[in-house]
């Protein structure tokens, strides 16, 4: 019996996933250039989007493993009777197309939130210098002024 047809449908379902995935992935770098834009960098909130976009990206490598193994099966069938099944080339040419471009447009947002999360916590990092620094003058001068005892009044009221 001859299964290339459910194949096809296969690769094609397949490629959808990955688009739907890849629009997530795309809304997901949205809220992270939002919040790499925000006054105040919220930092735990940048890390669940991390998380989530990792997932995101095993799964987009389980549909490639899923959809190479099952082109390999279909491949030469495909190859060798193209008329057969040249709308279903066709829409996954245009989803594949759709897909690199999709991915390319990820990978410059990717590296442009690169940018902006490394600028933001250069300017935390810097902050919780100054902090410390600040902390550890203000430690010194307390320290210091411990240790300076008034026995004797410094000012003395001669009148009685």
């Known amino acids: 019996m001859d299964y290339t047809k459910d194949y096809v449908l296969i690769l094609k379902e397949s490629l959808e996933r990955k688009i739907g995935i890849l629009k997530q992935l795309k809304e997901y770098n949205d809220e992270q ?27 987009l490598e389980t549909i490639d493993g899923g959809f190479s193994s099952v082109y390999d099966r279909v491949s030469t069938e495909l190859k060798e009777n193209k008329d057969k ?26 590296k442009r939130i690169f940018e902006m999360a490394k600028s933001k916590l250069d300017i935390r990092r810097k902050e919780v210098v100054a902090a410390k620094k600040s902390n550890q003058i203000a430690a010194n001068y307390y320290k210091s002024m411990s240790r300076t005892s008034v026995s004797d009044p410094q000012f003395m009221d001669k009148k009685k």
């Open 33 to 59: 250039k939002k919040l790499c834009s925000a006054e105040n960098f919220d930092i735990e909130a940048y890390d669940v989007l991390v998380e989530k976009k990792s997932k995101l990206a095993d799964d």
């Open 85 to 110: 099944y040249s709308s279903d080339i066709a829409d996954m040419q245009r989803y594949i197309a759709l897909i690199t471009d999709m991915i390319a447009g990820i990978q410059a947002d990717e």
